[in-house]
């Protein structure tokens, strides 16, 4: 079975504040994409995101944007890895007033050792991608700045 792994959080924000801090490469720039993001995460759209801990900018194709409520993403397999692409879903679903519950499951890993163990670093990415979204959003910091370099 292809290595597939679901992660979630909650943001004391409303749902389409939570979405848009996603969507929009400004703010995506601030807490995540330490090398920074171009391009609106829109349906049909190909943007960019790069990472300073990792060389060069990788494409991302936006396949579905439903404000608020969910985004799917895929992007390319590192080379290393095998070939293909990933499905990142993101799920967005109000649990309370102003709280929002954020689901990301990424699939479509190769069934590979190598790819079993790109997965887990995915995996801890995208945790990782929650925490710093919530101190975003909630405190107004950056929890990735110096992480990585």
């Not at 004391?12 to 703010?27: G, K, L, T, W």
């Amino acid at each position: 079975m292809p290595p597939e792994f679901t992660v979630s959080g909650i943001v004391s924000r409303p749902a389409p504040q939570v979405h848009e801090a996603i969507a929009d490469p400004a703010q995506l720039s601030r807490y995540f994409t330490t090398g920074g993001a171009q391009g609106r995460l829109e349906a049909g759209a190909t943007v960019t995101w790069a990472f300073g801990e990792f060389p060069g900018a990788f494409p991302v194709t936006v396949v579905e944007a439903v404000p608020g409520r969910r985004l799917v993403l895929r992007w390319g397999v590192p080379p290393e890895v095998g070939a293909g692409e990933t499905t990142v879903t993101f799920e967005l679903k109000e649990v309370a007033p102003g709280r929002t519950q954020v689901q990301i499951t990424e699939r479509g890993w190769p069934d590979t050792p190598a790819g079993r163990q790109a997965s887990y670093g995915n995996c801890m990415g995208w945790s990782q991608f929650l925490s710093a979204l919530k101190a975003h959003l909630e405190y107004g910091i950056n929890l990735r700045e110096g992480m990585y370099a």
